[in-house]
Structure formats: C-alpha cells, structure tokens
C-alpha cells in the first residue's frame, strides 16, 4: 500500500471540493433542510457561521491539494473528521432522520471514498 501526496485520480477531490463549497453556499441562507439538521442535533444558531467556516477552508485545502503534496491528503482526512462528529452529533440528538442517512452519512462516505481512492494506492 502506497500513500499519494497528489490525488490519483483527481477529480474526486475537485468533486468533494465542490460539493463542500455549494453546502457552504447553501448554507449562508440556509434553506429548510440544512436549518431542520443543524436544529435537529441541537447546534447553536449562534454558531452556524463556523461550519460555512470550516466547509470554504476544507474545499480550499482539497483544491491546493490537487497541486501540493499532503495538503489533500490532510483535507480529506479533515472532511472525514468532520462527518465522522457530524455523525455523532446526528446520533447522540437521536436526530437520524432522511438528513442523517442522505446527506451526513452519504458525504462521509464520499469523503472515505475519495481517501481510499485518490489517496491511497
């Protein structure tokens, strides 16, 4: 098994990229399906602003990563991180409704696909 530092093939992280980007878009005026799943697990209001945050900086690091070594690599693993808490707060809310299934547990395993495939080889 061989780490790549520049994804292989990689468009699945320009396509993860893309998606995070359209979310933290979305996001800005959320519409009624991201407002009932970050109400659902509980997540202040008031704190809304750092997950738009952190989505713009993780498909940043996806971007740089498709020309600089590790910093894909480092997003991807971020991006994973952050569905993987997501997960957990969607579960710990007992909040596991079509937004848990679909949207948290669909990009956490396009975010470990996109490790597994453009990364590790």
């Known amino acids: ?5 520049i994804p292989d093939p990689w468009w699945l992280p320009a396509i993860l990229a893309a998606s995070l980007l359209v979310d933290a878009v ?3 005026r959320p519409p009624k399906f991201i407002d009932d799943c970050l109400s659902g697990v509980g997540f202040p ?3 809304w602003w750092t997950l738009i945050l952190v989505k713009v ?3 940043a690091g996806l971007l740089v990563g498709l020309h600089t070594e590790g910093v894909g690599l480092a997003a991807v693993v971020g991006v994973i991180a952050y ?9 710990r ?8 299934w679909l949207n948290c547990l669909g990009m956490l395993a396009f975010s470990c696909a996109t490790l597994l495939i453009s990364y590790i080889g």
């Open 1 to 5: 098994m061989k780490l790549l530092l």
């Open 26 to 28: 979305l996001s800005i």
């Open 45 to 47: 209001r008031d704190w």
């Open 57 to 59: 900086l993780a498909a």
């Open 83 to 91: 569905f993987l808490a997501a997960s957990y707060a969607h579960i």
């Open 93 to 100: 809310a007992r909040f596991t409704g079509t937004e848990f």
